[in-house]
């Protein structure tokens, strides 16, 4: 098996970007993970290319939605869609065709249009027949799983709220991020509720964007860097409340299962990892990450944020792009742009956000929530400032 | 890099099956693959899997499709997706994985309900804005290549048909087939006019169904069959006609290029291969592919089939299960259930439609159309009885 490592990484600028179409997305990504190269790389270099998207807006069916964009035909195309894991499984796929010797040099690309077609999205978010009849939409979801952690373990609404101040701080000073305002504990609490306990504060926006990565095998990665971030670990994996496995809604059994994977292939335990970018699609989902992940212990994810361990400056920073709740989060880009953001804190290159803490491993983590509202699949990847 | 062995498949009766859910078809197929395999097998065996669906009918969003019909939790499920050459591509990623080591035993399953929705697809199987508007339904666009190839190389509409009169025969003689019939080219070219020149036998019909593959490292091989049959090489491309590239709309270079790659890995010629399971989804599809695939010269493909020669007891039999045309084309499934047929095939087990040249290596061809109808993806997958 060979080590795979990232070489390159490039995004756009997040938003309502109703000025650009899909293509123009995609291309324009693609391009700045090819400018990020240090020393240089031909689009002739690329053997095979991986492409996430959910084609939420329709843009993009097959890996055509990638060949056109940026001209990359005659080439092995894999579209991969798993949810709101899309993009970090598109990733992992790559990573897992470059150990097995199909390419040396693979592009991973991820892309969503949001805001072409976000109401279908959200009302597509729950099985009809039974979810959304009870009123169970994605918000909804993720809000009784506030409200039981709440019940369990004695997490406070301030609590649930710190993860959207500290990820809004990061987001400010983050340049591609969606938003870039700060907010107070007040602004979060006092904002429109959503669905119970969950405010507009506590909710991440419906966001375009796209971004790219560039992963060469061992074999070439001189060619094209001395500077390479290696990947670890992986994990992946897929759970349901339907099995009756679940003690609790407060938490996330797919998470704590790909966790297990990746740190085992890292050969690392949850301690050794310095930096994080993890799924907060909504503020309570980030807490209960911190538990899942093992960052803390279950229960203790509200301490946790309030401690500062989580900020920029603190012993573990998470989200220090401001993540999802900031950033925004176009689907299928989401993952991508996290294994990005991983791949220049490890490098030191992270700019205003860059962490204090000279971190040797990076986590990027995704949860996806089925249709049905009941399972989940999570998928995690380890990155690495030294060869594993 | 590790050898890769088929050694199970399963799949259900192909058709309307109105009766049946999304969940009821995969399980059923989960269920026949692992009964297939000669030593046993138990689920807990398994250590990832690939899911090919289009999700047409949104039965599936993401690996969650897989899990709950099969109940395979708290493990890595991709899903994959890539037009017409789904079930393929899921098979492809699958073999990547094992060669890299991060599982030795991984089921692919392909599903689709095509009846639930058959609408939608084949009006959405065209872009509005520029394509639909002017006629280009999926059907026309295949009219096209058929008309072009009339043209260039005087290619008669009874050739064409005589595709449909083969694979329906087989397709009569074969247990899983949608349609069991058969008839005559008469009958093809007096059938119902759908899109000049192709008429309704031209075409393959909307079809649900499913189908499963177990596939093993050669580290544990011998723990599941004394009789496996290789993965010996793979092969993905993308085109389109927008890139001005092709010289003609007589056949479809990411065909050629596929090919190319999975002849190269396998360390083959056309000229090896025994038997063939391809793209048909309509008769012209067949005839334009014997070409792209090397079976015949450029323009020969209406002598060839007229030759014989992919006829059951030829030399180089081509759909022995009747193809899309008599089978059926339920996409996710379709590349897993010909990589199947391919896997029974090699071993003489096939039945009724086993080819009568004691066949060394066999292929699985897919062409998948962008759903802008102006590019193409294609996936070919060549088993081989003897150890690569």
Redesign the interface.
């Known amino acids: 098996?060979r080590d795979v490592a990232v070489v390159g990484a490039g995004m756009i600028d997040f938003g309502e970007l109703f000025e650009q179409s899909f293509d123009d997305m995609a291309e324009r990504a693609y391009l700045n993970a090819l400018d990020d190269v240090d020393k240089g790389i031909d689009s002739e270099d690329i053997d095979?290319a991986w492409f996430g998207t959910?084609d939420i807006a329709?843009n993009?069916?097959?890996?055509?939605?990638?060949?056109?964009p940026t001209g990359?035909?005659?080439?092995?195309?894999?579209?991969?869609?798993?949810?709101c894991?899309t993009g970090s499984?598109a990733f992992?796929?790559a990573v897992?065709?470059v150990?097995?010797?199909?390419a040396d040099v693979a592009l991973v690309l991820g892309a969503e249009k949001m805001r072409d077609s976000a109401g279908g999205l959200i009302e597509?978010a729950s099985l009809e027949q039974v979810w959304r009849g009870r009123g169970v939409t994605m918000p909804a979801f993720f809000g009784l799983r506030a409200t039981r952690h709440m019940e369990e373990y004695g997490t406070t609404r301030e609590q649930v709220a710190e993860v959207s101040v500290k990820n809004h701080e990061n987001g400010s000073k983050y340049p591609h991020a969606h938003y870039r305002f700060t907010c107070s504990v007040e602004d979060v609490v006092d904002s429109p509720q959503v669905t119970y306990p969950l405010n507009l504060y506590d909710c991440c926006p419906v966001t375009d964007g796209a971004a790219a990565t560039v992963i060469v095998s061992e074999d070439v990665v001189e060619e094209y860097t001395d500077d390479p971030v290696w990947v670890a670990g992986?994990?992946?994996?897929?759970?349901?409340v339907?099995?009756g496995?679940d003690e609790s809604l407060a938490g996330f059994?797919a998470t704590q299962?790909a966790a297990e994977?990746a740190y085992e292939e890292a050969d690392i335990t949850a301690d050794d990892i310095d930096v994080a970018e993890v799924h907060d699609c909504f503020t309570i989902t980030e807490l209960v990450t911190y538990e899942d992940l093992g960052f803390c212990e279950k229960g203790e994810g509200g301490a946790f944020v309030e401690s500062g361990k989580p900020h920029l400056d603190g012993e573990k920073p998470v989200n220090p792009s401001g993540g999802l709740l900031a950033k925004g989060h176009p689907i299928g880009a989401t993952g991508v742009a996290q294994v990005n953001e991983i791949y220049e804190q490890l490098r030191g290159e992270a700019g205003a956000v860059q962490v204090e803490n000279d971190p040797e491993y990076g986590l990027q983590h995704n949860i996806?929530i089925?249709?049905?509202a009941t399972?989940?699949?999570s998928c995690i990847n380890v990155l690495s400032k030294d060869r594993p």
């Open positions: 098996m095979a959910l329709e993009a069916s097959s890996g055509l939605g990638l060949s056109h990359l035909f005659e080439m092995p195309v894999t579209r991969v869609e798993n949810a894991a499984t992992r796929s897992e065709a150990r097995a010797g199909s597509g992986s994990g992946l994996a897929t759970d349901t339907q099995r496995a059994p299962q994977q996806g089925g249709r049905d399972g989940s699949v």
